[in-house]
Every structure is written in structure tokens, then in C-alpha cells.
């Protein structure tokens, strides 16, 4: 059986065990963005809310940096292919994580590449939207994160990243 089923197959499992009440007493549901998980969920809690984990969201964008910076690799000319290569981690780690040769190499990158300083910017604004306090105001900023007719200019920010 495969991995996916095995999961949907188990949150089934559970959803079965609650009773009627139970299940209405669930108003909110946190998980990833398996779409395996989210078809049991609506099935069986079809009225509580889907929240997706951070965590979650947060590594998808990563992985997201992670293919722009491949996609830039394989422009490069062969001087500045090691060193995009050697980024990886700088585009990831938080400030606070990084020294401050890890920061200029960052700087660096950030000020040679165009795409890649857009994702790294896009990625520092969506940590925005976990400070929002009111739903509402989350919702909208989200949506002009992800729908703005020109995303990366609304969010394109004049100073790098400071260590």
C-alpha cells in the first residue's frame, strides 16, 4: 500500500472511532497540504475549519527558493555556479542563524541575481502574515501576497538582509 493511503487510511481509522458528538465539536482541523488528508477531513468534519501548519507552508516555500536557485545555477556561467550552489543554506536560515561572512556572501548573491533576490524578499514578507492578529487583515495581505498583479514590486524592498 502506498504512503499516502496508509495516512488516509489512519485518519479515516480515527475519524470512525468518534462518536457523532465528537466530531461536531471539532471546529478546527491543523494539518499540511496532503490532499489526502484534506479529502478525509471534509468528508468527516465537513463544517470545521482547515488550518495549514506553518511549518508546513513555510518548507514549501523553501522548496520553491530552492528550485529558483536551481534554475539560476544551470544560467550561470561556471564562475558564479559554485557559489549560487553554495547558498543554499544562506537563503533559508533566519538573521539571527547566520554569521556575518554567511550574511555579506548573502548580500552578495542577493545584489548578482534578480530572481533570487525576489524570492528571498517574497519569502521575508510572507513571514509577515503570521503577525496579524485579525483574521480578515491576514486574509487580505495573504491574498495580495499571492494574487497582486505585480507581487514582487508591491513587496520589493530597497535594503538587504542585515546580521
Request: proline share 4%; charged share 30%; aromatic share 12%.
Amino acid at each position: 500500500m502506498a504512503e499516502g493511503k496508509k495516512k488516509k487510511k489512519s485518519l479515516e481509522a480515527f475519524f470512525n472511532k468518534l462518536t457523532p458528538q465528537q466530531r461536531s465539536d471539532i471546529e478546527a482541523v491543523g494539518m499540511d497540504r496532503s490532499g489526502a488528508y484534506k479529502s478525509v477531513v471534509i468528508k468527516a468534519v465537513p463544517h470545521a475549519a482547515i488550518v495549514y501548519d506553518k511549518f508546513y507552508i513555510v518548507a514549501n516555500y523553501n522548496k520553491a527558493i530552492d528550485e529558483v536557485r536551481r534554475s539560476e545555477w544551470r544560467k550561470a556561467d561556471e564562475e558564479h555556479k559554485s557559489f549560487i550552489k553554495g547558498q543554499r543554506y544562506n537563503l533559508f536560515r533566519n538573521p539571527e542563524n547566520r554569521k556575518p561572512e554567511q550574511t555579506a556572501d548573502l548580500n552578495t548573491l542577493l545584489l548578482l541575481n534578480e530572481s533570487l533576490f525576489k524570492a528571498y524578499i517574497l519569502k521575508d514578507a510572507l513571514k509577515v502574515l503570521w503577525t496579524y492578529v485579525y483574521p480578515k487583515s491576514a486574509s487580505k495581505y495573504l491574498d495580495k501576497w499571492t494574487h497582486g498583479p505585480k507581487r514582487q514590486d508591491w513587496f520589493l524592498l530597497s535594503n538587504l538582509p542585515k546580521g
